[in-house]
């Protein structure tokens, strides 16, 4: 009797490294025929945010919630300001940032998107379903605005893929790296991309459908993009900052995110019940899995950590990307 609940533990870090391994690697091939819209930064002003901003190809967009939406609000019954991500209309947000090594300056042009939902299932298994997920893309420029690094992750800080470009250094890459394709969580990244926007390229972010994972990265020409033009829409690039004053029909406005409180930073509304049950207790964290906020004034309340293991998480903290890039190898 006394080996029963062992057992019962036992039984339940079996099931949970089975449905981890299915969620994570798992995925249904696309069919050809299955649809996709193209999205693209809209022409403004032509500077540097724009000129880097990836077209994002979600597969799957007959669906709203495969379709890049833009966080909104409203009020309910209760006069109570509520946020959702409305799908029938696509924004991308962005945040320009600076940071330095010793070797030299940097800028990091973070491109964020959101969906509605990840929709829940069983078979597959959908590890991160749940409401308004997202995703970011960060461009890192080195001081002639030649792409070095391009990092893709979901904004609960998963499925972090870094991949370098031939504009960066061969030190700078990790010891031990090989020209070989990365896999990441059971999708395959480039090891390299070869990326000159100074000669008509831009990035090919491809989504796959229900879970928005990144499938591939690639820098294509304008003719390559030829396959997108009609399904084609275009998207207004605007400020990160306004995430945090969603304006509310009637007047006023609420914040996207958390701001006081145990869940300050956190996107609201993006709890994923899966992965708080399950994997919790590795990360030692009660909202594992949340979206969050990429702030600066975040960087000790709500790191964002691409790290499961707790003795990591400001090592691998993406709001000190200097930190976070030695901390996976790079040596910029």
């Known amino acids: 009797m006394r080996t029963f609940p062992l057992r019962i533990l036992s039984a339940f870090f079996c099931l949970t490294a089975v449905l981890l391994c299915q969620a994570c690697s798992h995925h249904v091939p696309i069919k050809p025929e299955t649809p996709f819209t193209c999205y693209q930064a809209a022409a403004q002003n032509g500077d540097v945010q724009e000129r880097f901003a990836p077209v994002f190809q979600a597969w ?21 300001p509520q946020v959702y991500t409305d799908s029938g209309e696509p924004a991308f947000f962005v945040r320009q940032t600076q940071f330095s090594t010793s070797k030299g300056d940097y800028t990091n042009l973070v491109y964020r998107i959101h969906f509605s939902k990840i929709p829940y299932s069983l078979i597959p298994f959908t590890l991160t379903a749940g409401k308004n997920p997202g995703l970011l893309a960060v461009v890192t420029l080195d001081k002639e605005e030649r792409p070095v690094l391009v990092t893709t992750v979901h904004t609960c800080g998963c499925y972090l893929s870094i991949i370098p470009t031939t504009h960066l250094p061969k030190e700078c890459l990790p010891e031990g790296w090989e020209d070989a394709p990365q896999k990441v969580y059971g999708e395959t990244h480039p090891a390299m991309l070869d990326y000159s926007p100074d000669q008509g ?132």
């Open 60 to 80: 799957g967009a007959d669906k709203a919630h495969n379709r890049i939406g833009r966080p909104k609000a409203f009020l309910d019954a209760n006069k109570k």
């Open 201 to 332: 390229q831009r990035l090919l972010i491809e989504l796959r459908p229900e879970i928005h994972r990144v499938m591939n990265v690639r820098a294509v020409n304008e003719r390559e993009l030829d396959a997108c033009r009609k399904q084609l829409e275009q998207a207004p690039l605007l400020a990160a900052g306004g995430l945090r004053e969603l304006e509310i029909a009637g007047g006023g406005s609420v914040s996207f995110f958390h701001e006081a409180g145990m869940r300050k930073g956190f996107v609201k509304n993006s709890v994923k019940p899966w992965e708080s049950l399950l994997m919790s207790w590795m990360a030692l964290d009660l909202f594992v899995g949340s979206d969050k906020a990429y702030s600066d004034s975040l960087v000790e309340d709500n790191p964002f950590y691409t790290s499961l293991k707790p003795w990591n998480r400001q090592k691998s903290n993406m709001l000190r990307f200097a930190d976070f890039l030695r901390f996976w190898g790079y040596d910029l």
